[in-house]
């Protein structure tokens, strides 16, 4: 399980070059490129992808911020600018489904592009792992076993909330044998790591407690040897939280990525 | 005769003073700029009926969602009796739906039935708030008045109800008696036990059945001319808030037409942007609002579940989604009063922004939705705050400098972190 890619990620320009189309085109989001945790959740990605022998391309250089921190700051200007940007590249590359590595750029892409010209169908890279299991072309076979772990999955708010997906994600874990315990404030009720609305990027408001504080001691709560992200924001959120808490050594947070990835091998 | 006069008169006036604050109110939210929700109509009616009259949201807490619904039937059948009432006090005849024979028994025990639902439900929620003190119930925004407000709701609720029991005793008396008008009809379930505590003389139970009776009408026409004064607005404001509530997914923000225009225009020269509405980009007052914001307001019965599940509030943040709610109706009040005192374009030198709610509150929301899934009436406190948040980065260029930063990171480098958009695909590479 190396954390190397022992194969090439096909960017479009080389899928053009060569006159072939990819199947989907996956999104890897500013985080995935460039925060070095989420880094390993979006080889994971690829790692899954090309397990299957789906086909799918990268932007490479050529993504760019899809406009969301933008958008949820207030600055429209600098969201259209971004997306229509974005939607020029994509269309020119006739891209028809997208899978993202982030739900934020999920969202903006899914609900915010189609007014901007930009309609494709996209999926959040939890939705394409289910999908994959229902197919039957992936499994939890062949890696880590999970069985009888206990893990707690986080519902990140732009994925649960924002879009209504709570099951593809508990799907990709309910393979594992694991048992899955919830969160007392879980699915709709779930509670925001803190990151949202363009907090991520920077210092909270005078207040007793940082959120992501609040939601670790309730994830601590269910005992868990595993916490379950889908948003590399919630990730470095609830990281954060859990060394503060000094429990790093019993609990590890992943991506259901990163999850699926090693429960086959990867 | 001369009460049928007077019956007339109390309930014309009180029909006239009702419609003449409703034009306001409805003046009042036309302030706000267009908002088309005229999609979906069938989608609309049945969020709607299942939201605002089948109160499906409020089921996510059991207790007050049982307790809502029996004072909310209770209220709302219970006034089919009004309806009896009103006839019976324009005509001067008694009990006029009596002739239906035992349907007539049937709806009168079930109404009293009902009735005392809802005097134990408004008791359970009058103890809730004065004496368990329930945490939702209280924060920066429940001041005097909004708690004054909630308290005479219920009490008036209660007393409405008792002078329905003890009219009904009362009657019920005054037939077995065979006093004249008082005709045998009805089922009196609850009331029966109330008899004991009235009079015997027939006089003093006429008395006491006339000073229910029109107690009752008119506690009901002052309860009515009460509700646009009142967070009690809800009972009305439910169904349109409902119908016209946001069906697109949470996540979604509404793309700004006038950006676009000036975005496309800015990236390719030869555009020709379409007809948009002018104003400011966000909102500074209520009136950069949109009339679907403005009538969330109107809406609001200050609950608090929205603040309840709030994560900054939670937190110990300034932010309170129902605070956003209660600061835009009061300032589209001000600002209609205003308009009453001064005619259109007075300019009383406040706004939303800052008069009423602080640049702290709006930087402390994560959009993370809590509040619009927890709100029973499908209010839309984000989409405020979304706005008063344009206004502060487009036409004032204030935003926390940490925010201003990634802003320019992005502009700068197609990421909000300062990274070189040439690295950005080097995670493929190394490890």
């Not at chain 2, 909630?150 to 209660?158: F, G, K």
Request: one cysteine or more; hydrophobic letters at 40%; aromatic letters at 10%.
């Amino acid at each position: 399980m190396s954390e190397q890619l022992n194969f090439e990620v096909p960017t479009m320009a080389e899928m053009i070059a060569k006159g072939e189309e990819p199947e989907i085109l996956f999104w890897v989001g500013c985080a995935g490129s460039y925060d070095e945790r989420a880094q390993k959740t979006t080889r994971d990605i690829c790692k899954i992808l090309h397990h299957v022998g789906m086909k799918y391309a990268v932007l490479g250089t050529e993504e760019s911020c899809t406009g969301d921190p933008a958008k949820r700051a207030g600055n429209e200007f600098l969201f259209q600018m971004q997306a229509m940007t974005n939607i020029e590249v994509l269309n020119a590359y006739n891209i028809k489904k997208i899978v993202t590595g982030c739900p934020h750029c999920f969202n903006t892409i899914k609900n915010e592009y189609p007014g901007l010209g930009g309609s494709y169908e996209v999926i959040h890279h939890t939705q394409l792992i289910q999908q994959l299991i229902d197919e039957g072309k992936l499994k939890a076979e062949g890696g880590e076993s999970f069985k009888g772990k206990k893990i707690t999955y986080h519902d990140p708010c732009y994925l649960g909330r924002g879009n209504g997906v709570y099951e593809a994600p508990r799907k990709a874990l309910e393979v594992l044998d694991a048992q899955l315990v919830e969160m007392k404030r879980c699915k709709s009720n779930g509670l925001c790591c803190g990151a949202g609305g363009a907090q991520m990027f920077k210092e909270p408001e005078k207040g007793n407690k940082d959120i992501n504080i609040e939601r670790i001691e309730e994830a601590l709560e269910t005992q868990p040897n595993i916490i379950a992200a889908g948003c590399p924001f919630c990730m470095t959120m609830i990281s954060d939280g859990v060394k503060l808490k000094d429990q790093d050594k019993n609990v590890q947070v992943l991506d259901i990525a990163e999850i699926t990835a090693r429960a086959n091998g990867l | 005769m001369v009460a049928q006069i007077i019956f007339i008169a109390i309930t014309l006036a009180a029909i006239a003073l009702f419609s003449y604050n409703i034009k306001k109110v409805i003046r009042n939210i036309q302030l706000g700029k267009s908002a088309d929700r005229s999609d979906q109509p069938q989608k609309r009616f049945m969020t709607m009926l299942k939201v605002a009259l089948g109160q499906t949201k409020m089921f996510f807490r059991p207790i007050p969602a049982f307790l809502h619904l029996i004072v909310y039937l209770g209220f709302v059948i219970i006034n089919i009796e009004v309806l009896e009432i009103l006839i019976d006090g324009i005509f001067g005849s008694h009990r006029i739906f009596s002739g239906v024979g035992f349907i007539y028994d049937f709806l009168i025990g079930s109404f009293e039935i009902l009735a005392l639902g809802v005097w134990v439900g408004c008791a359970v929620f009058l103890i809730r708030r004065n004496i368990l003190k329930l945490k939702r119930f209280s924060g920066v925004e429940m001041t005097k008045w909004p708690r004054s407000d909630a308290n005479y709701i219920l009490i008036s609720e209660i007393l409405l109800m008792t002078a329905f029991l003890l009219m009904n005793a009362a009657d019920a008396k005054l037939q077995v008696l065979g006093s004249q008008h008082y005709t045998n009809a009805g089922a009196f379930p609850v009331s029966q036990h109330l008899q004991n505590l009235l009079p015997n003389s027939e006089a003093a139970l006429v008395a006491i059945e006339r000073g229910c009776w029109w107690f009752h009408i008119i506690g009901i026409l002052i309860f009515l001319n009460y509700l646009p004064y009142s967070k009690h607005f809800h009972i009305l404001f439910a169904f349109p808030n409902t119908y016209f509530s946001n069906l697109e997914p949470k996540g979604e923000f509404t793309n700004m037409k006038s950006v676009t225009n000036e975005v496309k225009a800015m990236l390719d020269s030869s555009f020709t942007p379409e007809e948009a509405e002018p104003g400011r980009f966000g909102a500074k007052d209520v009136n950069d609002l949109t009339w679907v914001n403005l009538m969330n307001a109107y809406t609001c019965t200050e609950c608090g579940r929205c603040t309840s599940v709030c994560p900054a509030n939670i937190t110990g943040k300034l932010l309170s989604p129902r605070k956003i709610m209660m600061d835009t109706r009061d300032r589209m009040e001000e600002v209609g009063k205003n308009i009453d005192k001064t005619g259109n374009g007075f300019d009383d030198g406040k706004s939303l922004i800052d008069n009423y709610i602080s640049r702290e509150e709006i930087w402390a929301c994560t959009s993370c939705n809590a509040c619009t899934e927890a709100c029973p009436i499908n209010i839309d406190p984000l989409a405020i705050i979304t706005e008063l948040r344009r206004y502060a980065v487009m036409e004032e260029s204030q935003s926390p400098a940490s925010i201003n930063a990634m802003l320019g990171n992005i502009e700068n480098n197609g990421a909000p972190w300062k990274y070189s958009p040439a690295d950005r695909f080097n995670w493929a590479k190394e490890s």
